[in-house]
């Protein structure tokens, strides 16, 4: 069973940077497309950045481009990055690592639904 735990976020001000953590344990050497999302009061889910299985693909929102990168190392457990700088108060959510394991099943990778495997999900707050 895969389970993914993230750590890392918290309360910051404007301007400052936060790096999130996504330990994936029970995919060890298996293909593993990556995501992060977010999702902030009253509104919906969406996708912030996402990582191919061979990491030859990343894409972000637009959002958050130029601000944000999301990145992998791979061991015993598979560690998902997002490196979050120049923090906005808009960026307050609660965001969440995704995971399909395997070939990708087609569709946009903004798609929550293609995803198979989420994490609790941890907060981050950005105060203005």
């Known amino acids: 069973q895969v389970q993914l735990v993230e750590s890392g976020g918290g309360s910051v001000q404007a301007g400052g940077s936060l790096r999130l953590s996504c330990v994936a344990s029970g995919a060890a050497n298996r293909d593993k497309h990556m995501a992060w999302f977010r999702q902030a009061p009253g509104k919906e889910r969406e996708g912030v950045a996402y990582?191919?299985?061979?990491?030859?693909?990343?894409?972000y929102a637009d959002s958050v481009r130029g601000r944000f990168t999301i990145s992998r190392e791979d061991g015993k457990d598979t560690v998902l990055y997002l490196q979050m700088n120049s923090l906005k108060h808009e960026d307050t959510a609660m965001y969440y690592c995704a995971a399909v394991v395997g070939s990708w099943p087609g569709g946009v990778w903004t798609n929550s639904a293609r995803y198979t495997y989420w994490g609790q999900g941890i907060q981050v707050t950005v105060s203005s």
């Open positions: 990582l191919s299985a061979a990491r030859t693909t990343t894409t």
